[in-house]
C-alpha cells in the first residue's frame, strides 16, 4: 500500500549542526533509523533551517568558525518561536567551564566527541521523551482551557470573566501559602468551575429576568453536572477542575450547595475560586445588573466573612486588592 506523506513524516526530527563532514556521517549512522535528519555545516545554514523546517531537538557542536555553537544556542534561546527546542551540545571540549557555559545558554545537554552510540541514542531519546510529555502537558491544557470556554456559550457571562477570576485565584493561592506549582494548577482548573452549565436549558441559563424557585432548583444542578463532565481521570488537573465545579458554591457557613459542606470540610481550592468568582460577578456588567463599585462590593464581600466566605482568605484577598484591581483593569470585557 502507498504510504502518503503525513504518514512519512511522523519520525521526530533532529537537527545535527557540524562543520566536519565526518561527524554528520557518524551522527547519520547512529541516528538515522529512528529519526527524521538534518544536517547543516555552518551556525548561519543552522539558523536558517530551524526557521525553514523546526526541528524537535538540536545536536550542536560548540567550535565552528565563523559562528560558534554557543552564540547559535543564545540566538535561538532569545528568540520566543526557537526557544522551546532542547539543545545538545556535541563537542570535543571536555572543561567544565566550557560545560557549564553552555548548560547557562540554555542547553539542557553535552556529549563528549568521541562520541560513544549508545549515548547518543540515549541522550537523544530521554530529551525527545520530555519534548513529548510537555506536548501532551501543554495540549491537555489546551483541550481544558477550551472546554471551560464552551460554558460561556450557555451564560451571560464573557471569555474575559474566566480570564480574571482564573487570575484572582491565582493571587489568593499564592497568598494563601500556595507553591507557584501549585498555584498554576489552580489558575488552569478554575476555568472550568462552570462547566456544568453546558447541561442547564437554555431557557433558564439565558432568561434575563429573575429565576422561579424551579428553575434556581435546575441551576444549582451545575456542579453536579460539570463533575459529571469531568469524571473520573488520571489527571491531576482534570481531577482539581473536578473539585472546583463541585465545590464553588459551597459556603463557609454550610448553606451553599450542591453539598451544604461547612467550613474547612470546603476543599480550600474550592473556597479560593468561590471568591474569585463572586468578585467578578459583582463587579461586572451584566444583563440583568449594572457592575457594583469596588467599595460596595469589598462591604459586601467582608458582610459574608464567615458566612459565604472563609474568613482567613477574604483577609487574604482585601491584603492583594490593589494586585487584583490591576489584572481587572487588564482584562477588561
Request: aromatic share 6%.
Amino acid at each position: 500500500m502507498k504510504r502518503n506523506n503525513t504518514m512519512l513524516n511522523t519520525k521526530q526530527s533532529v537537527l545535527i549542526v557540524d562543520d566536519e563532514p565526518t561527524n554528520l556521517r557518524v551522527l547519520n549512522q547512529v541516528l538515522n533509523q529512528t529519526y527524521r535528519l538534518i544536517f547543516a555545516k555552518s551556525g548561519q545554514e543552522a539558523l536558517r533551517l530551524v526557521e525553514k523546517d523546526r526541528p524537535d531537538l538540536i545536536l550542536l557542536d560548540v567550535m565552528m568558525p565563523e559562528m560558534s555553537g554557543h552564540q547559535v544556542c543564545e540566538t535561538l534561546k532569545s528568540s520566543s518561536l526557537y526557544k522551546a527546542i532542547p539543545i545538545i551540545f556535541v563537542t570535543a571540549l571536555n572543561d567544565t567551564e566550557d560545560e557549564a557555559k553552555g548548560l547557562n545558554l540554555g542547553a539542557v545537554d553535552y556529549i563528549s566527541k568521541p562520541i560513544s552510540p549508545a549515548v547518543v541514542k540515549a541522550r537523544v531519546k530521554t530529551h525527545l521523551s520530555l519534548v513529548d510529555a510537555e506536548e501532551l502537558r501543554r495540549t491537555r491544557l489546551q483541550v481544558i482551557q477550551r472546554l471551560g470556554r464552551a460554558s460561556e456559550y450557555k451564560d451571560n457571562e464573557t471569555g474575559m470573566h474566566v480570564m480574571r477570576m482564573s487570575h484572582y485565584s491565582r493571587v489568593i493561592a499564592v497568598a494563601h501559602g500556595f507553591s507557584d506549582a501549585e498555584a498554576e494548577n489552580l489558575f488552569n482548573a478554575a476555568p472550568m468551575h462552570d462547566i456544568g452549565k453546558i447541561g442547564i436549558p437554555d431557557s433558564i441559563m439565558l432568561k434575563p429576568g429573575k429565576l422561579t424557585d424551579d428553575e434556581f432548583a435546575q441551576m444549582k444542578k451545575h456542579p453536579e453536572i460539570g463533575a459529571e463532565i469531568l469524571g473520573e481521570a488520571d489527571s491531576d488537573l482534570i481531577a482539581l477542575a473536578k473539585v472546583v465545579s463541585m465545590t464553588h458554591h459551597e459556603k463557609w457557613d454550610g448553606t451553599g450547595y450542591p453539598k451544604q459542606l461547612k467550613g474547612e470540610d470546603i476543599p480550600i481550592e474550592g473556597r479560593i475560586v468561590a471568591i474569585a468568582d463572586v468578585f467578578d460577578a459583582l463587579t461586572s456588567v451584566r444583563p440583568y445588573k449594572d457592575a457594583w463599585s469596588i467599595e460596595k462590593t469589598m462591604d459586601f464581600m467582608h458582610s459574608q466573612k464567615g458566612q459565604h466566605f472563609d474568613p482567613v482568605l477574604i483577609d487574604l484577598f482585601t491584603q492583594e486588592l490593589d494586585q487584583i484591581l490591576q489584572i481587572k483593569d487588564r482584562w477588561k470585557d
